[in-house]
Nanobody, 126 residues
Framework: QVHLVESGGGLVQAGGSLRLSCVVS????????MGWYRRGPGNARDLVAL?????????????KYGDSVKGRFTVSRDNPKNTVTLQMNDLKPEDTDVYYC??????????????WGQGTQVTVSS
């Protein structure tokens, strides 16, 4: 079984910064792409398929960002520690959302699959 545990959410004023971290633990062979999504507007039912991309980092270190966060957020990973981190700067009220850690893990029993954390709330006040 694989677990993703997020930390670092909270309340911050507009223009401020927060740092989210996620640790992957459990039984797996390797971790592929990992990163962060957020629930997104209009996704009241929190359907996974409708979550918005925030930022992901591939195993080779290359990254991809959602358009709204480019230049403000930075994603990074620490492979030996099975950790992915999201540094969020110049936060805006529209960044308020539930942020989910995501990782593609490969296991002996189930092959490769997406797994998700429980989510952490980020609230940006104006």
């Amino acid at each position: 079984q694989v677990h993703l545990v997020e930390s670092g959410g909270g309340l911050v004023q507009a223009g401020g910064s927060l740092r989210l971290s996620c640790v992957v633990s459990g039984s797996f062979r390797s971790i592929g792409t990992m990163g962060w999504y957020r629930r997104g507007p209009g996704n009241a039912r929190d359907l996974v398929a409708l979550r918005d991309l925030v930022a992901v980092v591939r195993i080779d270190g290359s990254t991809k960002y959602g358009d709204s966060v480019k230049g403000r957020f930075t994603v990074s990973r620490d492979n030996p520690k099975n950790t992915v981190t999201l540094q969020m700067n110049d936060l805006k009220p529209e960044d308020t959302d539930v942020y989910y850690c995501q990782a593609v893990v490969e296991t002996l029993s189930s092959g490769a699959y997406d797994t998700w954390g429980q989510g952490t709330q980020v609230t940006v006040s104006s």
